[in-house]
C-alpha cells in the first residue's frame, strides 16, 4: 500500500524557517516524483515545488522561489522541504504527492496519484 506521511508543520513567526519531511513507503521511491502542494483556506490548491527522484530534477512555484528548498533522501524515502523566510502567506496545509514521472517534474495536481493526509503550517506575525 502506498502511503505519504508528512511532518514538520506547526506555528513559525514571519521571517522564520520550516523544515517539512514527506516520508514515503509502498513503492519503489527513487523510480517516482514527488510534489509538494499547499491548500490555503478559501483558496485553491497551490504546487509549490517537486523533485524527480530519479534524477533530481527540481521545479518550484516563482511564488516560493528562492526561499524553499525542496531534497530527497532516497536511502529513508524521505523528500524535505525547506521553508525559509516564512510569509504569512505561507500558512497553509502542505500536502505531498507522489506521481509516476513523465519528462521535468511538474506541479499538475492532476498528474498525481497518491497524496498524504497533509501537515499545517501556521505562520504569524
Known amino acids: 500500500e502506498v502511503q505519504l506521511v508528512e511532518s514538520g508543520g506547526g506555528s513559525v513567526q514571519a521571517g522564520g524557517s520550516l523544515r517539512l519531511s514527506c516520508a514515503a513507503s509502498g513503492f519503489t521511491f527513487d523510480e517516482y516524483d514527488i510534489g509538494w502542494f499547499r491548500r490555503a483556506p478559501g483558496k485553491k490548491i497551490e504546487g509549490v515545488s517537486c523533485?524527480?527522484?530519479?534524477?533530481?530534477?527540481?521545479y518550484y512555484a516563482d511564488s516560493v522561489k528562492g526561499r524553499f528548498t525542496i531534497s530527497s533522501d532516497n536511502a529513508k524515502s524521505t523528500v524535505y522541504l525547506q521553508i525559509n523566510n516564512v510569509k504569512i502567506e505561507d500558512m497553509a496545509i502542505y500536502h505531498c504527492?507522489?506521481?509516476?514521472?513523465?519528462?521535468?517534474?511538474?506541479?499538475?495536481?492532476?498528474?498525481?496519484?497518491?497524496w498524504g493526509q497533509g501537515t499545517q503550517v501556521t505562520v504569524s506575525s
Open positions: 523533485i524527480g527522484n530519479s534524477d533530481g530534477n527540481t
Open positions: 504527492a507522489a506521481t509516476s514521472p513523465f519528462g521535468l517534474c511538474t506541479v499538475v495536481e492532476g498528474t498525481y496519484r497518491h
